[in-house]
Each structure stands twice: as structure tokens, then as C-alpha cells.
């Protein structure tokens, strides 16, 4: 640990389950957790996984067991073959002991439902995963879904994320988890909902057309603290969380 002070023994799931979180009214407090290149590639080939290190996954890993949902969007679902988390017996107690069902619920927001309904996704989630869709969705797809999932309509041509938000709040999440991709999270910058970005800057350099952390037509400057830094093998991993005059 580099900071907020320079540290041996601690390390990301010691620095993330102990860091404070205050939850928003209404709505869990937002973290991000994304992986980008130095020259700010989130994906080779469409894929995160070949940016990531053992340290980031350490990150990931810790990020994750610390949240109530994990929150992702249709496309990295798919590219990235999401399947429910497995956390480790440890992670489960330490869940329970903060008063946290055992595991994160997962929750998929999509506008095409454009969603494989026999994924592993699906059909080993320990409890059925939210789907967040606009009514514009299609109407075979929206039936296949709710078979399999707990289906939110909230907003009409797109996913309304301050809905979600208020209904994820309604059902006493306290944190969300959002695993991407760079046009959700572009989203939840422009309605506002951007509390915390993890962000793993791995020592590559990668060119090409790859998405940022945060895409959006239109800039929204939010400003953010440094709250932890690490470093592993050429990997700088920073918690930033918003600035408190935000």
C-alpha cells in the first residue's frame, strides 16, 4: 500500500471491508471497478480479462465481497461470460457478521434483453438476478426473461438508472458493485450516481478503438479524492470515492 499511507500489511480486501461507505438517501452508495490499459484500453479484443493480474484480481475479488449487488451491463455479461459469484466460506461469514446475505445478488441492465436465459448467469444464481429493461424491449424476450429473473421495467426507449437505483434502495442494498461496461458507466456519471471508482491501471500500452472506463457523448466533470493506492508488479490499483465538496 503506497496509501494513504505507505504499508506492507495491508492489502485490498483488509483496506475494502473496512472502508466506510455511507449510504446515499434513497440508494445504495455506487463503486465502479474497472481495468484499463495506461493508455486507457478497457478491453483487447472485447475482453477485460487480458489486461488483468493476480493483484487486480485480488481487487476484484475484494470489491466484490463487499457488496449487496453487482451490477453490470447486458454487453459485458456477454462478452465476459458472467456467471454468479462463488465467495469463499470466509467471505460468506464475514458477510453475515456484517449483517449482509451470504452472497451479492447479481443484476444485468439492459434495454435489447438481448440475454442468454440458459447462462450460468441464469441458472445457477443462488437467488434470481435483477434485470433492469425499458419497456421498448421486446415482448418475447421480456416473457423468456421473467422465467428466469426478477425483471424491472423502469423508463420507456432506455434503462432509467435513477429507478434502479431507488428500487435497489428499496430493497435495503447499501452498496452496489458495478462491473461496467464504459456505457453504463458513462450513464450513471451523467444521472449522478458515480460514489467510488476502483481502477487498476495495468502496465500496457494497447492503441486501437477500446472503450474508456467512462463513455458518454457529453462531458460531466465529477470530482474525486484518492483514498487508496497500491502497487504489484507494475499495476497501480487506486480507490478513489467522490470528494466530499461534491
Known sequence: QLLPEPADDIGPCE????????TPSGRPWFALNMVASTDGAISIDGRSGSLGSDADHDVFRAIRAIGDVIV?????????SYGPPKPSESVRSARLARGQAERPRMAVVSGSLDLD???????????????????????????????????????????????????LGSLDMSCAVVEGGGILN????????????????????????SNRAVVSPQEHPSHLRLAHLWESEGNLLARYVRHPAA
Request: no cysteine; aromatic share 4%.
Open 186 to 209: 458513462g450513464h450513471l456519471l451523467a444521472a449522478d450516481l458515480i460514489d467510488e471508482l476502483n481502477l487498476t491501471v495495468a502496465p500496457m500500452l494497447v492503441g486501437g478503438r
Open 117 to 167: 436465459v440458459t447462462s450460468p448467469y441464469f441458472t445457477e444464481a443462488w437467488e434470481p438476478p435483477l434485470v433492469y429493461t425499458a419497456s421498448s424491449a421486446p415482448p418475447d424476450r421480456l416473457a423468456a426473461l421473467r422465467r428466469v429473473a426478477d425483471v424491472q421495467v423502469a423508463g420507456e426507449h432506455a434503462v432509467d438508472l435513477a429507478a434502479m437505483a431507488r428500487h
Open 72 to 80: 453490470a451491463a447486458g454487453g459485458t455479461v456477454r462478452a465476459e
Open 15 to 22: 483496506a475494502h471491508a473496512s472502508a466506510l461507505r455511507p
